[in-house]
């Protein structure tokens, strides 16, 4: 039975990334599976909820903003160990399958992963592998329902925090807002990120100027 992995959440500058490894029988995955940035978030819900019920086996790992701010390591590094870890969750021996690869080097991305697999697995990685292989696409699916609740999560503790990618008003106007009132980056912020640290600056700025 073979296997598909991807990831959600590489680039926002607050919380988590997931990645999710799903193995199954392609011929049991529901209609319509795919990249899920194409799939509304309430049909994303339920196909990732039948995902998880026709799957010999779904694994997720996540990547908390602890591990992420870690100096000493790189998004890379993270990518591949959180492929990894979902994948370790659903492999066994002797199991081949395919991951949407997180680096410029798709064989050196797959050749990472499987080097850190509990299982002896071979391994296929391709960018776009969502689009094109659907056990990617349901992985993709699984991972970003799992992004998507993590984001909810950080909505009732802190407000409207948007989406969390830095490209987003609501999320710069957060954080703008939570340094203003505190003093500091929330701890859902991924402190290394330059958006993070354009936030910090602004506020010292504003700051000094009230002298």
Not at 66 to 75: A, K, S
Not at 116 to 142: K, N, Y
């Amino acid at each position: 039975m073979p296997f598909g992995v991807d990831e959600a959440g590489k680039g926002p500058v607050l919380g988590s990334m997931f990645a999710a490894a799903v193995r199954a029988d392609p011929g049991t995955l529901p209609d319509g599976v795919g990249d899920s940035k194409d799939i509304p978030p309430a049909r994303r819900e339920a196909l990732a909820a039948t995902i998880r019920e026709r799957a010999g086996a779904v694994g997720v790992a996540e990547i908390p903003v602890e591990r992420i701010d870690d100096p000493e390591t790189d998004m890379n590094t993270l990518t591949v160990a959180a492929h990894a870890e979902a994948l370790s969750a659903v492999a066994r021996d002797g199991l081949s399958g395919r991951v949407d690869a997180g680096d410029t080097d798709a064989e050196r991305f797959g050749r990472r992963v499987a080097d850190r697999v509990d299982a002896g697995v071979t391994i296929d990685a391709e960018h776009g592998a969502d689009e094109t292989d659907p056990l990617v696409g349901a992985a993709s699916i699984v991972a970003k329902v799992e992004r998507d609740a993590h984001v909810e999560a950080l909505a009732a503790e802190y407000g409207a925090v948007g989406s969390g990618y830095p490209s987003d008003p609501t999320t710069r106007e957060f954080l703008a807002a939570y340094v203003a009132d505190h003093g500091r980056l929330p701890a859902c912020a991924r402190s290394s990120w330059s958006t993070c640290e354009d936030v910090l600056a602004a506020a010292q700025q504003s700051t000094l100027g009230e002298f």
